[in-house]
């Protein structure tokens, strides 16, 4: 209470600034000042937690801070259901449900159709209602639908996927009623500090690498970053962002659960062969077990 404790404003401040100057922007360096101070509490530090070294608070997500805003006050306190397949490996994304036919047949375990467009035209609630007709006849496979989350509920998707500008408006309760499955994209502590709150089904963190899928004002995260979320987070973490074959083992590596394909799929010559050999890569890419991750690094400009 910083009413009745202004020391402890005035050192949590100190906290902010110093993060900052780390190169953090002010949204992440509040999530990480509350962050290391509530490690730092002794009343809120559980007995498992004594003889912890000093660097252990960054990946004890038991401390973590969750971002709650007006549209997360309203929801309750219930998790979204798990998805069913907790590491399906390659996650292509495709826009047109030719390739979307084409990533069933190929056998993919998880697959989002994105078709990027400012409203819900006839047009594309028949294309949504169509892809999930034809992922009706791969039970295996698990199809998030983009942004149109409306449309996921009334044509009973499997799953829809959100931005975090679509979290500030969409009916997450509504979402969460009708059984469906969230993934929430991520880029920076302070998203994963709402995402959290929300209890998704998955997490997507990114931009690993440039891309070109779409512009955006984030710093390419690279693997370390990826695998000090993999550790923080307590939901399947999706790689995501310039994923291709020279990278898959490195993400893989990182004991992520899936990792999202974009270009190095539908821009392939022959998108089903490189879904499989995508797949198969993963497939054969070991998980290696590393010292503890270093914190990840800012990726926006301060």
């Known amino acids: 209470d910083l009413n009745t404790n202004p020391s402890y404003g005035q050192t949590l401040l100190a906290a902010v ?26 009343s809120r530090i ?47 994304i495709v826009d047109r449900l030719d390739q979307l ?15 990027k467009s400012e409203q819900l035209t006839p047009e594309i ?14 039970p295996d496979c698990q199809l ?14 499997y799953g829809v996927h959100l931005g975090q500008e679509d979290l500030l408006i969409a ?14 994209s991520s880029h920076a502590f302070w998203e994963v500090a709402r995402a959290l709150s929300i209890r998704p089904s998955y997490v997507a963190c990114g931009p690993l690498f440039p891309t070109r899928a779409k512009a955006m004002p984030w710093i390419a995260q690279g693997i370390d970053n ?24 490195a993400i893989r ?11 190095a799929i539908v821009g392939a010559e022959h998108p089903m062969q490189a879904f499989k050999s995508l797949q198969q890569q993963w497939d054969q890419a070991p998980v290696l077990q590393g010292k503890l991750p270093a914190l990840a690094r800012p990726t926006l400009a301060a």
Not at 17 to 42: K, N, R, T
Not at 144 to 156: H, K, L, P, S, V
Request: hydrophobic share 45%; net charge negative; with cysteine.
């Open 17 to 42: 600034q110093s993060w900052q100057q780390h190169g953090y922007v002010i949204e992440d360096a509040c999530v990480l000042a509350l962050f290391q101070f509530s490690a730092a509490d002794p």
């Open 125 to 138: 609630r028949a294309q949504i209602r169509e892809a999930i007709s034809m992922s009706r006849d791969a």
């Open 253 to 263: 590596a990182t004991g992520c659960a899936s990792a999202s394909v974009i270009q």
């Open 144 to 157: 998030f639908i983009n942004d149109f989350w409306q449309a996921a509920i009334e044509e009973g998707a």
């Open 171 to 184: 009916d997450l309760n509504a979402i969460q009623a009708a059984g469906l499955r969230l993934g929430v």
């Open 101 to 115: 036919e084409m990533m069933l047949k190929a056998g993919a375990k998880i697959l989002q159709l994105r078709i």
């Open 226 to 249: 990826l695998r000090y979320w993999v550790r923080l987070i307590p939901h399947p973490v999706i790689g995501i962002g310039g994923v291709n074959g020279q990278n898959l083992a």
């Open 46 to 92: 559980h007995s498992d937690s004594a003889g912890a070294s000093l660097d252990d608070w960054i990946t004890d997500r038991r401390h973590f801070p969750e971002l709650i805003d007006a549209q997360g006050a309203k929801r309750s306190a219930q998790a979204f259901a798990e998805i069913s397949n907790p590491s399906p490996g390659i996650y292509p």
